[in-house]
């Protein structure tokens, strides 16, 4: 048992499950966008065929949040990545481009759904 637990907790496996963690995440990430999307525009079509009025911002409203969630989680599996990176100035750099635009995506997003910036009280 003690060496199944100093096994795990070896640098070169650890860092393994680290990156498989990661790898896990951004492909929910990814499945959230891509299903999300797919799940919300066939919902679309069928409301659209059955006459029941849906609008198109509801539409965009819709596949605005699943992509904003797709975002966050991809987001977090990159702060998670982190942890494996080796630390040299390209790759760091490299991660923090790729976080700022996915934060930026999201936080032009949320604008744009909720209307208003997020220090913006809310309208009545």
């Known amino acids: ?69 797709g975002l966050e989680i991809l987001v977090a599996a990159d702060i998670i990545a982190t942890v494996t990176t080796e630390p040299t100035m390209s790759s760091v750099l490299v991660l923090a481009v790729i976080v700022l635009i996915r934060t930026f995506l999201s936080f032009s997003l949320q604008v744009e759904l909720e209307g208003k910036f997020p220090w913006q009280k809310k309208q009545e």
Not at 12 to 34: D, Q
């Open 1 to 69: 048992m003690q060496l199944v637990v100093s096994n795990f907790f070896e640098m070169g496996n650890l860092r393994h499950y680290i990156e498989l963690i990661a790898k896990v995440i951004e492909s929910a990430g990814v499945i959230i966008i891509a299903a999300g999307s797919l799940f919300i525009l066939i919902r679309y079509l069928v409301f659209l065929s059955v006459k029941k009025a849906k609008s198109f911002a509801d539409l965009r409203r819709e596949l605005g949040k699943a992509i904003l969630l």
